[in-house]
């Protein structure tokens, strides 16, 4: 039942994925990428990884998406022209799918196969994990949490001060 | 074991790889510059998912369960927006400057 979720998931993912690099029309390439963030939530809730399921779909399902789409249609862009892909670049993505493959195919066989969702469950996995980030995010990680906030405050002024026009 | 009906890390890390590899080509097929960050946002995603699987299947000894991974994630999540944020407001300030997001016609350092 959870490998049938798994597989229906994953596959929506890929395809979603697809459809955002494929799609000439970038409207349409920004709505394929909110239901890729949403099908990801998912991936993450088959891993129990429930607090950061919400956290994507309310970052990036909400803000994020809402930034670009605004962004869009604020520019008004237009679908892009049906051009010829050159051939050099054909050769480089090759090249590189190439390359991306085999340390893949290394990675995945050096790996220590056997280790299912159900070892876990064994040991009895703690459910409240929100609790638990919490505990984790506010005594070893205080410091990198308050860099985060430094760190929005200065994006925060940083775009305020890109997007405001000059004053003749 | 089956490979279909058991879902190990393996399956995980070639999701994430495979998503990583499309925000890839994603990056180096498209011409405007907004799909090319939306490219970039899948690329990161990618990343956060090996992590949240191997955070899920690392286990320490006695069955103890830690969340260095996830943290990491959510960090990564906050920089994205921030990124997003910033780099869009770098778009639009382009976009008034020369009127175009697609990136072959931005090819001058300086005009």
Same mark, same amino acid.
């Given at each position: 039942?959870?490998?049938?979720?798994?597989?229906?998931?994953?596959?929506?993912?890929?395809?979603?994925?697809?459809?955002?690099?494929?799609?000439?029309?970038?409207?349409?390439? =920004? $709505?394929?990428? &909110?239901?890729?963030?949403?099908?990801? &939530?998912?991936?993450?809730?088959?891993?129990? @990884?429930?607090?950061?399921?919400?956290?994507?779909?309310?970052?990036?399902?909400?803000? #994020?998406?809402?930034?670009?789409? %605004? *962004? *869009?249609?604020?520019?008004?862009?237009? =679908?892009?022209?049906?051009?010829?892909?050159?051939?050099?670049?054909?050769?480089?993505?090759?090249?590189?799918?190439?390359?991306? &493959? %085999?340390?893949?195919?290394?990675?995945?066989?050096?790996?220590?196969?056997?280790?299912?969702?159900?070892?876990?469950?064994?040991?009895?996995?703690?459910?409240?994990?929100?609790?638990?980030?919490?505990?984790?995010?506010?005594?070893?990680?205080? $410091? #990198?949490?308050?860099?985060?906030?430094?760190?929005?405050?200065?994006?925060?002024?940083?775009? *305020?001060?890109?997007?405001?026009?000059?004053?003749? | 074991?089956?490979?279909?009906?058991?879902?190990?890390?393996?399956?995980?890390? =070639?999701?994430?790889?495979?998503?990583?590899?499309?925000? $890839?080509?994603?990056?180096?097929?498209?011409?405007? *510059?907004?799909?090319?960050?939306?490219?970039?946002?899948?690329?990161?995603? @990618?990343?956060? $998912?090996?992590?949240?699987?191997?955070?899920?299947?690392?286990?320490?000894?006695?069955?103890?369960?830690?969340?260095?991974?996830?943290?990491?994630?959510?960090?990564?999540?906050?920089?994205?927006?921030?990124?997003?944020? #910033?780099?869009? &407001?770098?778009?639009?300030?382009?976009?008034?400057?020369?009127?175009?997001?697609?990136?072959?016609?931005?090819?001058?350092?300086?005009?």
């Amino acid at each position: 039942m959870e490998a049938l979720f798994f597989w229906i998931v994953a596959t929506g993912l890929i395809a979603a994925a697809l459809a955002v690099i494929f799609n000439r029309n970038p409207v349409a390439s =920004a $709505l394929f990428l &909110a239901t890729t963030f949403v099908f990801l &939530a998912c991936v993450f809730i088959t891993l129990e @990884a429930f607090f950061l399921a919400v956290v994507q779909i309310i970052v990036y399902a909400g803000a #994020v998406m809402v930034l670009f789409l %605004f *962004i *869009i249609m604020l520019l008004d862009i237009k =679908a892009e022209a049906k051009r010829p892909i050159p051939f050099g670049k054909i050769l480089l993505v090759l090249a590189l799918s190439l390359v991306f &493959a %085999f340390f893949f195919g290394k990675v995945l066989t050096d790996l220590p196969t056997g280790q299912t969702l159900l070892q876990w469950n064994v040991h009895g996995a703690p459910k409240q994990d929100a609790k638990e980030i919490g505990m984790v995010l506010f005594t070893n990680y205080t $410091l #990198v949490f308050g860099t985060t906030a430094v760190l929005l405050l200065v994006a925060t002024i940083g775009v *305020i001060l890109l997007s405001k026009r000059e004053v003749k | 074991m089956n490979v279909f009906t058991e879902i190990t890390l393996n399956h995980y890390l =070639a999701l994430s790889g495979l998503l990583f590899m499309i925000g $890839l080509a994603g990056v180096m097929i498209r011409r405007s *510059i907004l799909v090319i960050y939306m490219c970039l946002e899948l690329m990161l995603n @990618a990343a956060n $998912l090996a992590l949240v699987a191997f955070n899920r299947f690392h286990v320490k000894p006695g069955g103890i369960h830690d969340y260095d991974g996830q943290i990491m994630v959510f960090m990564i999540i906050t920089v994205a927006a921030a990124e997003v944020a #910033v780099g869009l &407001a770098l778009i639009v300030s382009l976009y008034r400057l020369r009127q175009t997001t697609n990136v072959n016609d931005l090819n001058a350092l300086k005009f």
